[in-house]
């Protein structure tokens, strides 16, 4: 399984942007994606994640009201609507695949594919 993150940039306090993540290869009826982001000296943390199966949802409580993760059958493809846009939310974000669950995962390590990450930069 290969992922492509895509949608990142420059964007004012306040502002919006939309990531993307096309998979490809090989993927099956239930899996979770997963958004996860890292600061510079930070360590890499949940965002979002979505069951692809029924669509169920969660989110860090850091972006609940203002982040929506969503998906795109026919694409392969997870986007994650970024609204509000806080300096604080000044990452690298990275997407995330697991084959193998029938539930939300939260942790960075229970997910076995990774794209390559997208900066996101907020400016105050």
């Known amino acids: 399984v290969q992922l492509q993150a895509s949608g990142g940039g420059l964007v004012e306090a306040g502002g919006s942007l939309r990531l993307s993540c096309a998979a490809s290869?090989?993927?099956?009826?239930?899996?979770?994606m997963g958004w996860f982001r890292q600061a510079p000296g930070k360590e890499r943390k949940f965002v979002a994640a979505?069951?692809?199966?029924?669509?169920?949802?969660s989110y860090a409580d850091s972006v609940k009201g203002r982040f929506t993760i969503s998906r795109d059958n026919g694409k392969n493809t997870v986007y994650l609507q970024m609204n509000s846009l806080k300096p604080e939310d000044t990452a690298v974000y990275y997407c995330?695949?697991?084959?193998?669950?029938?539930?939300?995962?939260?942790?960075?390590?229970?997910?076995?594919?990774w794209g390559q990450g997208t900066l996101v930069t907020v400016s105050s």
């Open positions: 979505i069951r692809w199966s029924v669509g169920s949802t």
């Open positions: 995330a695949a697991d084959l193998n669950s029938n539930t939300v995962l939260f942790r960075a390590y229970e997910y076995e594919y």
């Open positions: 290869g090989r993927t099956f009826s239930s899996y979770v």
